[in-house]
């Protein structure tokens, strides 16, 4: 391994930090979905529907406030920001347990999602590591985020069968707490705030990254796909309790159907990026999505069949969660990689929102099975939109430091130079920057030219 790819011991400290900080708070976002529908009845003027907006309506007031968050961020300060959020998350948490109307419910939920520190989260990563290692670095944050939410199915029912709904929103505000320790104990002081266009969003690259057909699609499918499953968890606890399944209990069935899908993703995701049928195998996840949620319609109350739709359900779902973002790294121009994330978790968020409010209806005025079947519809008109795209070339992101020798050239002449580098596929200099951001095919990738280009030696 070269040694510029081996971690700093700072960089380990932020990494290890920023993950457990977005993972805590993950956790404490993810652990009410398995347990609220079947606890709100306690709450005045509750009804299916008020209670699929308590579900997600963090969603709304995350997307709403993220990008401006992460703007406010490069103004005043990372740790700052990343504080406050994390106060109005630990508000949130505390009104959400002293709820006894939908209406305040609805409010702490609010108050929590408007803690929308993720995008100062990873650009105070990329302030802290250096470009050779950032790909790395992202990838743990992803890979605390899936780890968090199969926790959380988990914890959220424990918890909840011992201390009721409000136990699981002081356990949340606990872990806020914990992430504030995290934040000014564990991760290393801030360095000097730097621009990151494959981290940060450029608000001049905004409209042309929404333009484009090829990452629209993309943020249309993270916008369904958690449309889905925050529908469905206004209706899947039921459906336990009427297979016979007791609320303490729910926590084993999701460990098992989360355990056993992680598991039968790992390969599929080998096959998406080493075999390069990222397009086959997306197509394939949003098709059992489509089958399973029609399956859950159907499916009465026989355990068996409840459980194995659910795990095929989270099969697909832990597939499209671990490639989609590989996607849009994938197709994202060089330089706008950052813009292009920035988008796609809006949608994600609003994908949440809508689809707690979609299943709140659907199960008032239809019942359960009208929820599984109109998610169904919608992800049968998911799949078809998908049909459509173009599979993605495998190109990886690369972000190179200008030498002191590139000062004087003309950014015509920089850009060309760069071009001509056998496996580079598309190439932005910001010379202001200092900086160039690459797109490069790694398997026809001239190492030695571009080593030789940017003056970097193993």
Same mark, same amino acid.
């Given at each position: ?34 347990? !609220? ?18 579900? =997600?309506?963090?969603?709304? +007031?995350?997307?709403?406030?993220? %990008? ?26 505390? #009104? ?20 929308? @520190? ?23 944050? =992803? ?15 424990? %918890? ?6 409000? *136990?699981?929103? &002081? ?15 564990? @991760? ?9 266009? $494959? ?6 690259? !905004? ?19 958690? /449309? ?37 993703? @790992? ?27 029609? *399956?859950?319609? #159907? ?6 069949? !409840? @459980? ?42 609003? *994908? ?5 409010? /979609? ?13 599984? /079947?109109?998610?169904?519809? /919608? ?10 795209? +173009? ?12 030498? $002191? ?31 160039? &951001? ?8 001239? +190492? ?11």
């Amino acid at each position: 391994m070269s040694k510029a790819r081996l971690l700093l011991a700072t960089e380990r400290r932020a990494i290890v930090g920023l993950a457990g900080l977005y993972a805590t708070r993950m956790l404490g976002l993810f652990m009410v979905l398995p347990v !609220l529908a079947l606890n709100a009845d306690h709450l005045a003027g509750a009804t299916p529907l008020l209670v699929g907006l308590a579900l =997600g309506i963090y969603g709304l +007031t995350q997307a709403v406030l993220q %990008i401006p968050f992460g703007m406010l961020s490069d103004r005043v300060g990372r740790k700052p920001i990343i504080a406050a959020g994390l106060g109005l998350f630990l508000i949130g948490s505390v #009104v959400a347990a002293q709820a006894d109307t939908i209406a305040m419910m609805i409010a702490g939920r609010s108050l929590q999602g408007s803690g929308a @520190v993720a995008a100062a989260i990873m650009a105070l990563l990329a302030d802290q590591t250096r470009e050779q290692v950032r790909t790395a670095a992202m990838a743990t944050i =992803g890979l605390s985020i899936g780890v968090a939410f199969a926790v959380a199915m988990v914890l959220g029912p424990l %918890i909840s069968s011992h201390f009721g709904l409000a *136990g699981v929103f &002081y356990f949340t505000a606990m872990l806020a707490v914990l992430g504030l320790v995290v934040l000014w104990k564990l @991760v290393p002081p801030a360095p000097r705030r730097r621009g990151h266009r $494959d981290v940060g969003i450029d608000r001049g690259q !905004l409209k042309s990254i929404i333009g484009r057909t090829d990452l629209w699609r993309m943020d249309a499918s993270i916008f369904s796909l958690h /449309l889905v499953l925050m529908a469905i968890f206004t209706a899947v606890p039921f459906r336990l309790v009427e297979a016979g399944i007791a609320e303490p209990r729910h926590g084993l069935v999701y460990l098992g159907v989360m355990g056993l899908s992680f598991v039968a993703m @790992v390969p599929l995701v080998i096959v998406a990026e080493k075999r390069r049928k990222m397009k086959l195998m997306c197509l394939g996840a949003i098709g059992t999505i489509t089958l399973s949620l029609l *399956g859950l319609g #159907v499916a009465g109350s026989g355990l068996v069949a !409840l @459980v194995g739709w659910l795990f095929a359900f989270f099969t697909a779902f832990n597939l499209l969660e671990a490639t989609l973002p590989s996607m849009i790294s994938k197709l994202a121009p060089a330089g706008a990689k950052g813009t292009a994330m920035g988008v796609y978790s809006t949608s994600q968020f609003l *994908g949440a929102f809508l689809g707690g409010v /979609l299943g709140g209806f659907l199960s008032q005025q239809f019942g359960l099975s009208a929820v599984f /079947l109109g998610v169904a519809l /919608l992800a049968a008109g998911w799949f078809v939109l998908m049909l459509g795209m +173009t599979a993605p070339k495998h190109l990886s992101s690369e972000v190179v430091v200008l030498s $002191d020798e590139h000062q004087g050239d003309a950014l015509e002449t920089l850009m060309a130079r760069f071009a001509d580098v056998a496996g580079v596929e598309d190439v932005m200099v910001v010379p202001e920057e200092r900086t160039a &951001y690459l797109k490069v095919d790694r398997s026809r990738l001239d +190492t030695e030219a571009l080593s030789r280009l940017t003056g970097v030696r193993d």
